[in-house]
């Protein structure tokens, strides 16, 4: 039972450029939230992907985006990329239909480390 | 928004000794959960807490979850050179389009000294 898998897993890229993260759910999970993770800090929730439409958004500008394919996996696109982006992009799979029952278990990737220079 | 608030930021330890930390949720929480990150590592989920009130026990830890559901604690007794690393709360709210969605504190760093 294969768990998160997120590619790549670490990655360079210029200020100003464009740069698409991989993620694929834990087997039989719909659901795919991205958190951003500065250095010293706790992750911060970007948005959420269910039924490929995005559900919920964090407070993260709109060069942040994503998309979620059929097969439950999903993307995070970051526009015009800034020094600030820099981070680790963590991808995290849960089971919507268990969030009724107040079970919100995620499980994360390990995450892409992101250095924009 | 929801913020949730952990304390302290830092701990070190001796082998051996106890540790606790504290997390302080502004709103109301439908559950809450722990989460373990090891340096270099991802946060690795612990526990979850729904219930008013819950304690809940794994060997040497052992999380509560506040009457009111806005606050928790971890603790581990007799610490081990194993629990280095950065322990995380998070708060979920399940009401309305809050579904999922979690608030992580900053996160407890435990350094234990052999």
Redesign the interface.
Known sequence: DAGVTQSPTHLIKTRGQQVTLRCSPKSGHD?V?W?QQALG?????IF?YYEEEE??R??FPDRFSGHQFPNYSSELNVNALLLGDSA?Y?C?S?L?RR??E??????????TRLTVV | ?QQVM?IPQYQHVQEGEDFTTYCNSSTTL??I?W?KQRPG?????LI?L?KSGEVKKQKRLTFQFGEAKKNSSLHITATQTTDVGTY?C?G?N?GG???????????TILTVHP
Not at chain 1, 41 to 45: A, E, M, S, V, Y
Not at chain 2, 41 to 45: A, K, N, S
Request: proline share 3%.
């Open positions: 659901t939230s958190y800090q706790g992750p911060q929730f959420q559900r919920q964090g407070n680790l963590l995290a849960s919507r969030f009724v107040r079970d919100t278990e995620a499980f994360f990737g390990q995450g | 928004g952990q439908s559950n959960q989460y590592g991802h946060p690795v989920f979850q729904v995380f998070a979920s399940a389009t809050s579904y999922g969605k979690l608030t992580f504190g900053q996160g």
